[in-house]
């Protein structure tokens, strides 16, 4: 067992990697009422394509696949697992992403016993006919009902603008057509490719013993015999470096416009501390530009073309990536002149040292703050595992930035020639 510890945060990380390529991460919180524990699967909605690692076939599944086996590894024989939660007294649930599937609970009581359901049920799978055409109707009501939602049409639009073949264009629960043609034997093909121990990891934060966890973990996959498996094969299309599309409009009912501007990601492929850096420049950037304290976002917001709704994000992936500014405007095509004015503006003068570090410290403090609170770190260690990055790598990283630096990847990153927008005007 590797111990890691923080000086900075004053954590300590217990990691081991069982003999069946299962990774077990403790993150031992003295005090702590509460506890959590999460197994997450690299297996997202982008990986459609694969090599089977017995067969050595190439296979293409359905869109969806990943998200529609999450829901259904919840119905057992037995019922649905959930109900077992709440008896114990803890919440549970699932998420997927483009790259990977997460399943969780959190509990002040019977963690031990949480803990074994939890390891169980993501390795038992069960479907049947019969369920598996009663999730594909549950889902299509999800789809549908997404569909006619704005929020979600503004993102999902934007995506289909930055992306020409990439798969992280496509709906993470896939499509009506899509999912109708999933089956049982599918889901069991995924689930034995994705689902073994290596490409998995568990985590679990609380004041626990490490090695009780440890040899709970060994205990719960002793008896499955997984035989060893070599890493998946994923198939992804080449995706060319330009936008797909540079303005997507769509009409929906809403009381005024939705903006979304986005800016694709010239560089893939980085993992490891280098995106790591990226990654932490590009939200200094994003809070210098168009934070509450920036000069562009009173003007715009003092201008009426904002309010408080309006925000930001970053997606640092390792086969795509993306920035986005988004928010309700009455004017989208002002909007979007004054922001990327401003922004070319950024790019000639730079930012200023000043800007940069009062940026700088602001994330640090946020990242402090995080540490105290299990579902934030949770994320930040299971979206951090899989591309290499480790939990307390952030505020070093961080440290070692420059102001140099910051200003190389505002006039790399935020170009016009590789901006998309979308917009959802109200229905006529």
Not at 189 to 204: A, D, E, G
Not at 336 to 349: D, F, I, M, N, S
Not at 368 to 373: Q, V
């Amino acid at each position: 067992m590797e111990r890691h510890f923080d000086p900075i945060l004053r954590d300590e990380l217990y990691t081991e990697r069982l003999e069946n390529g299962l990774t077990v991460a403790v993150l031992v919180k003295p005090g702590f009422r509460q506890a959590t524990g999460r197994v997450a699967v690299q297996y997202g909605s982008i990986d459609s394509c694969f090599v089977d690692p017995q067969s050595g076939d190439e296979v293409q599944v359905p869109d969806g696949i990943a998200h529609f086996l999450e829901h259904k590894l919840f119905e057992g024989p037995d019922g649905n697992v959930a109900d077992r939660f709440a008896e114990l007294g803890a919440d549970v649930n699932a998420y997927t992403t483009h790259t990977h599937t997460v399943y969780y609970f959190t509990t002040t009581d019977h963690f031990a016993a949480c803990l074994d359901l939890l390891l169980n049920f993501v390795q038992e799978p069960y479907f049947t006919p019969e369920s598996v055409a009663r999730e594909q109707g549950i889902i299509e009501q999800e789809i549908r009902m997404y569909l006619d939602d704005p929020g979600w049409r503004s993102s999902a639009n934007l995506m289909e603008a930055l992306f020409v073949r990439h798969p992280v264009r496509l709906d993470i629960a896939g499509t009506v057509e899509s999912i109708r043609r999933i089956d049982q034997d599918l889901l069991y093909l995924c689930h034995r490719i994705f689902y073994h121990p290596s490409n998995m990891v568990l985590f679990v934060a609380g004041d626990l013993d490490p090695r009780a966890v440890v040899e709970q973990a060994r205990a719960a996959f002793a008896g499955r015999r997984y035989p060893a498996q070599a890493p998946i094969q994923r198939r992804l299309p080449e995706e060319p470096q330009a936008i797909a599309q540079r303005r997507r409009v769509q009409e929906l009912v809403v009381s005024q416009p939705i903006f979304r501007l986005g800016f694709k990601e010239k560089q893939v492929g980085l993992t490891g501390r280098p995106l790591l850096e990226r990654d932490l420049l590009t939200a200094i950037l994003l809070d210098v530009l168009v934070g509450k304290g920036s000069p562009l976002y009173t003007r715009l917001y003092e201008s009426g073309l904002i309010d408080q709704r309006f925000g930001f994000g970053h997606a640092p992936e390792v086969t795509f990536g993306y920035t986005y500014v988004s928010g309700p405007t009455p004017d989208p095509e002002r909007l979007e002149a004054e922001l990327l004015e401003g922004l070319a503006r950024a790019r000639e003068e730079g930012i200023q040292p000043g800007d940069f570090e009062r940026a700088r410290r602001k994330l640090v403090g946020r990242i402090l703050n995080l540490m105290n609170d299990l579902e934030g770190l949770s994320y930040l260690f299971i979206d951090g595992f899989f591309k290499g990055i480790g939990l307390f790598d952030e505020i070093p990283a961080l440290q070692s930035l420059t102001l140099d630096a910051a200003n190389q990847r505002l006039r790399e990153h935020f170009d016009a020639a590789l901006a998309a927008t979308s917009v959802i005007s109200p229905r006529p």
